[in-house]
C-alpha cells in the first residue's frame, strides 16, 4: 500500500485536471491549493476568445421552442438546401433548425447594421477588422473567407475576394458539416 502512496504521489502533477474540469478520481489524495490552481490557470489564460457559445445572442443546439421564445416569430422560414433543414429568417440573424434545435447561426453585413454583432455577447466589428485582436490568427484560409476553431465549434468569416469586406458570418459545430 506504501509503494502505491508513494507511486500516485509521484504521478499527482500529471493527474490533476484544469480547474475548468472536474479532478480525477485520485486527485482528492492530494489536494491543492487554490493559489497553485490560480496562478496555473493566469499563465496559461488566453488574451482571445476561447469559446464560441453564441452568435447574435443565439447559441447552438438551442431548442426551436426557446429560439421562439427569446426571438418570437421568424420573419420568414425557407428550406436550407446544404441542411435539408429549415432556416428561420430574423431581422439581425438567421437560425438553421434541424431536428428542432439551432444547427447553426448566420449574420449578414445588412443584419448586423442596425443591431450591432455579438459573438458570447461581446461586440464584435469585422467592418473595423478587430476579430484577429479577438479572435487572433485563423485555423483556416479558404479562399471565401477565415475559419476560427474553438474545439468542436467553428466560426467562418466569409470575406468578398476582391474587396476584402466581409460578406456574413457563420457559427456551426465543425464536426456536423
Known amino acids: 500500500m ?33 493559489v497553485v490552481l490560480a496562478t496555473e490557470h493566469s499563465v496559461n489564460a488566453s488574451p482571445y476568445v476561447t469559446a464560441f457559445d453564441s452568435l447574435a445572442g443565439v447559441p447552438l443546439y438551442m431548442p426551436e421552442e426557446e429560439l421562439l421564445q427569446v426571438k418570437g416569430t ?14 428561420y429568417h430574423y431581422s439581425d440573424m438567421s437560425a438553421g433548425i434541424c431536428d428542432g434545435a439551432v444547427l447553426y447561426v ?17 461586440r464584435i466589428e469585422p467592418q473595423k477588422n478587430n476579430l484577429p485582436e479577438l479572435l487572433g490568427s485563423p485555423d483556416f484560409v479558404a479562399e471565401d473567407g477565415d475559419v476560427y476553431m474553438r474545439g468542436s465549434t467553428a466560426l467562418k468569416i466569409y470575406r468578398n475576394s476582391q474587396t476584402g469586406e466581409w460578406n456574413g458570418i457563420d457559427l456551426f459545430d465543425g464536426n456536423s458539416s
Do not use: R
Request: hydrophobic share 40%.
Open 2 to 34: 506504501n509503494v502505491i502512496l508513494l507511486l500516485l504521489s509521484l504521478l499527482s502533477p500529471y493527474l490533476s485536471v484544469s480547474p475548468q474540469k472536474e479532478s480525477v478520481p485520485a486527485a482528492w489524495l492530494f489536494p491543492q491549493s487554490p
Open 106 to 122: 448566420h449574420v449578414t453585413p445588412a443584419e448586423a447594421g442596425e443591431y450591432g454583432l455579438y459573438l458570447n455577447g461581446q
Open 74 to 87: 421568424p420573419l420568414s422560414v425557407t428550406p436550407d438546401p446544404w441542411q435539408g433543414c429549415e432556416e
